[in-house]
């Protein structure tokens, strides 16, 4: 049940909802797939995930492993989040790194600073043929962009790990033919109905720690193409670019080459729930 705590005017009444069918999904996946897994980052979306999850199967362990393809491009907040989130659930977390991907030629890059993001798919599909999953759990949201607004819950990739939108199934009534052949598997969606909003709100409900980069705090940034850039060994100011000190928050904690903080004075969900609320721009 979700736990009534917003002191804020938002009705989140259809939050409950959202959870028993997020938890209804989770449980077809367990039931129905011989060897599913969940994509755990150490993000706001994956922290939610691992909430359902346990409201879902506990008191018993999770009938499947956690996951997360480290792309080397990571906030150090995020991964020690990471581990002391799963040590706390006494979860196992696979860990696969797109370095080492690189290392044996089925990935290149261009330079050390170059995005990863695209990179973490082969690496992905390399841990799929080592395990032999045959359904990957994310938190992926249909309102982050368009491309994922196209996905179904249960989106069906073939033997190459590709999506074809023909080769997708129906999804009337809350049926989810899950039927793969070898070699193929299921992408899952379980918050893909879920919004940015939804999740702050939920986080807020259900008082869920987080990587503490989402929340206002001071951080040496640049400004370029009308976007504030964190300063790291990956992403370094060039000589016309100054370096300031601002009070920032970051929305979402991926690659550290293409993810940039807002300026904000957040320190908690509720006041994160407020600047939400009035962003016109997508995470």
């Known amino acids: 049940m979700i736990v009534k705590n917003n002191p804020m005017s938002f009705n989140d009444d259809h939050l409950e909802f959202l959870e028993n069918e997020s938890i209804y999904i989770l449980r077809e996946v367990a039931a129905t797939s011989s060897k599913p897994v969940l994509l755990f ?29 480290d792309t080397g491009h990571n906030f150090n907040e995020v991964i020690n989040f990471r581990d002391k989130k799963v040590k706390k659930l006494n979860e196992k977390l696979i860990v696969r790194k797109v370095e ?18 695209a990179a973490q798919s082969v690496t992905l599909l390399e841990t799929i043929e080592e395990f032999k999953f045959d359904a990957l759990i994310g938190g992926a949201r249909r309102d982050e962009e368009k491309a994922r607004a196209k996905e179904r819950i249960f989106s069906f990739r073939d033997e190459f790990g590709q999506w074809n939108p023909k080769s997708q199934r129906p999804e009337l009534w809350e049926l989810y033919n899950t039927h793969i052949d070898n070699g193929e598997h299921m992408r899952v969606f379980p918050i893909s109905n879920w919004t940015e909003l939804d999740i702050w709100q939920y986080i807020n409900n259900e008082k869920l720690e987080l990587p503490s980069i989402y929340y206002a705090h001071h951080r040496k940034v640049f400004s370029r193409n009308n976007l504030l850039v964190p300063v790291t060994k990956f992403t370094k ?5 100054k370096i300031e000190d601002h009070l920032v928050r970051f929305r979402t904690v991926g690659d550290i080459t293409c993810t940039c903080p807002v300026l904000s004075n957040a320190t908690n969900p509720n006041d994160i729930l407020l600047e939400t609320a009035a962003s016109e721009l997508s995470e």
Not at 46 to 56: D, T
Not at 237 to 241: C, K, T
Request: positive net charge; hydrophobic residues 35%; aromatic residues 8%.
């Open 100 to 117: 080492d991907s690189i290392k044996k030629g089925s990935v290149k890059v261009k330079n050390e600073f170059s995005s990863r993001n």
């Open 41 to 69: 980052s150490g993000g706001k979306d994956s922290v939610v995930m691992l909430r359902l999850a346990e409201k879902a199967f506990r008191p018993m362990n999770f009938p499947f492993p956690l996951l997360h393809i």
């Open 237 to 241: 100011p060039r000589p016309e670019e």
